[in-house]
Each structure stands twice: as structure tokens, then as C-alpha cells.
């Protein structure tokens, strides 16, 4: 009787899986890009500030060879599928402002040896009146190699290296909580995890740099107001020693981020969400499309 009950669950587990990927085919491959905007209340230099964040999902091929984006169509062998999250903050600290950009690449196809879902590249920028900050990690068989640069002399210019061995990154984990072809957790599940924490928190507290040890969890399904309308929605949450990140994930395919709480005390909520091809939008007639999407 368990053999056949465990053949079932597999089964169920691998026929949502299958959905999932038929459904982010026929989706992420539509030749448009998801952009969604929040508002944004983000904590910096101990108090709240408003301003905007911007996500924007694509997919595109990734070179094996040196983790960019190539210019001509490359054989399977030379590259990996990914989808890309380009995450745009923008908020004023009284007379000047910042602005802050991560992109995530994740690989979104089995390849060996990096696995489904994992991160192949995390790319992260601050600037603001002070000066500004670069970043970069990409993933090699094995290892994380990130290079720093930054015009604090602490932490200066570096590079540095970390082993891929179980690490996770936690801005990955924006993209890992969308489940987009296939799951992450099960309802009500919890894991302990490693991760090479946010960029962006790490910077801005000037914390040293290295893999801590997290909690991941999804919680139960529930109902929750948004400008979707009143909605099903899955909490996900991740713990750092006692500071909780969590994030209200649509139940509906495609499960768009409709809300969140960082473990810095920043928070937003989504205000619209669209597909567009923006790459095919930079012309002035389209500046229409700034004003529906909440963007000044």
C-alpha cells in the first residue's frame, strides 16, 4: 500500500511539473518581457523613504563560455537558457536620490553540471551624489568569482571566490519563489539552506561579506487584497538569523510577486503588471506606457 501511494505522489509531482514547464514555454517565450512596478517604502540611513521598484522577467541565451548574452544564435552546447530579473529601485534620501539595479540569471534548463534554477549570474549597481558601487559574481563549474568595485576604500577593489558546494544566492531567491517551471517547496514546507546574501542588503549595512545559513519556507495558500483584486496567494519567507524576508506570490500562474517585506524594514506593493516588449519601446510615442505602469 505505501509503494503504490509513493508511486502516486510521484506521479502528481511529476505531472505539475510538467504543466508548469509546458506553461512557462507557451509564456516566457512570447517575445515579451513581464514588467511590474511597486511602491516602495525603502528603509535607508534609519528612516523610511518612498520610491518605486521596478521588476522586469525576460528570458534570453546565456554563453557558457563567459556568462554573457551572445550576439548570433550559439549550439545547445555553448549555452544555457535563462531567465533574467532586472530589479530597478529608485528613492530619494532627503536632497538626493538613488538609484539601484540587480540582475539575476538563472538558468532555467538541467544543464549539467549547474542544475535547474541555479544562479549563473548576479550583476548589482548603487549610485547615488556619494559615488557608486559595482558588482558582479558568476558561476563556474564549482564556484561563485565575484569582482567589487567601490569607491568606499572599505571594501575597496577585490575579487573574491566562494564555493558553488550547496550555496544558494538570496537574490535568486526573487526569482526561485515564482516557481515558474516547477516547484521550489510544498505547501507548508521549510529547509535550511546556505545562501550568499543580497548585494544590495550587504552593501548598504556594510556587512562583511560570506554565506550564512537561512530558512527557507512556503506557507499555507491564502486570500489577500492587491491590485489584482482580492486574490489567492502563497507566502514565502526566508529567516536570517532572527530577520525575515517575506513575499506574497500570486497561486495563479504566473504567480507574480503582488507584495513584500524585506529584513531591512523596506516594503512594497505591486501596482500594475504587463507584458511588453520594452527593448522595441524606446521611441517618445510610447512614453504613454510610463504613466500605466505607475512610473513618473
Not at 568606499?152 to 550555496?167: I, N, R, W
Not at 545562501?195 to 486570500?223: C, F, M, N
Request: net charge neutral.
Amino acid at each position: 500500500m505505501k509503494s503504490v501511494l509513493f508511486f502516486v505522489i510521484v506521479m502528481v509531482v511529476f505531472m505539475c511539473a510538467g504543466s508548469d514547464q509546458k506553461k512557462f514555454n507557451s509564456l516566457w517565450y512570447d517575445g515579451n518581457a513581464e514588467i511590474s512596478t511597486y511602491s516602495l517604502e525603502q528603509f535607508q540611513y534609519g528612516e523610511t523613504r518612498q520610491g518605486t521598484r521596478v521588476m522586469v522577467f525576460v528570458t534570453e541565451p546565456m554563453r557558457l563560455e563567459n556568462n554573457i548574452k551572445p550576439d548570433v544564435r550559439l549550439a545547445d552546447e555553448l549555452m544555457v537558457r535563462v531567465i533574467k530579473l532586472n530589479d530597478h529601485r529608485h528613492f530619494v534620501t532627503g536632497i538626493y536620490d538613488y538609484t539601484v539595479m540587480t540582475s539575476v540569471f538563472t538558468s532555467v534548463e538541467n544543464k549539467k553540471p549547474y542544475g535547474n534554477m541555479a544562479t549563473m549570474k548576479v550583476a548589482f549597481s548603487s549610485q547615488e551624489w556619494c559615488g557608486m558601487v559595482f558588482e558582479r559574481i558568476i558561476r563556474k563549474p564549482g564556484r561563485y568569482e565575484g569582482s567589487l568595485y567601490s569607491y568606499f576604500e572599505t571594501p575597496g577593489e577585490q575579487s573574491y571566490h566562494f564555493s558553488a558546494d550547496k550555496l544558494q544566492t538570496e537574490d535568486n531567491l526573487w526569482i526561485r519563489v515564482r516557481e515558474l517551471n516547477g516547484p521550489f517547496l510544498k505547501e507548508g514546507e521549510s529547509k535550511e539552506i546556505t545562501l550568499l546574501p543580497s548585494r544590495w542588503i550587504l552593501r548598504k549595512t556594510h556587512q562583511k561579506d560570506g554565506a550564512v545559513e537561512a530558512v527557507v519556507s512556503k506557507g499555507q495558500s491564502q486570500k489577500r487584497s492587491t491590485s489584482l483584486g482580492e486574490i489567492d496567494v502563497m507566502p514565502f519567507s526566508w529567516t536570517i538569523d532572527t530577520a525575515v524576508t517575506t513575499v506574497w506570490v500570486e497561486k495563479a500562474y504566473p504567480r507574480r510577486i503582488v507584495e513584500f517585506c524585506e529584513r531591512d524594514g523596506s516594503s512594497g506593493k505591486l501596482i500594475v503588471s504587463r507584458r511588453e516588449p520594452y527593448w522595441k519601446q524606446s521611441s517618445n510615442e510610447f512614453l504613454h506606457l510610463r504613466q500605466e505602469l505607475g512610473l513618473e
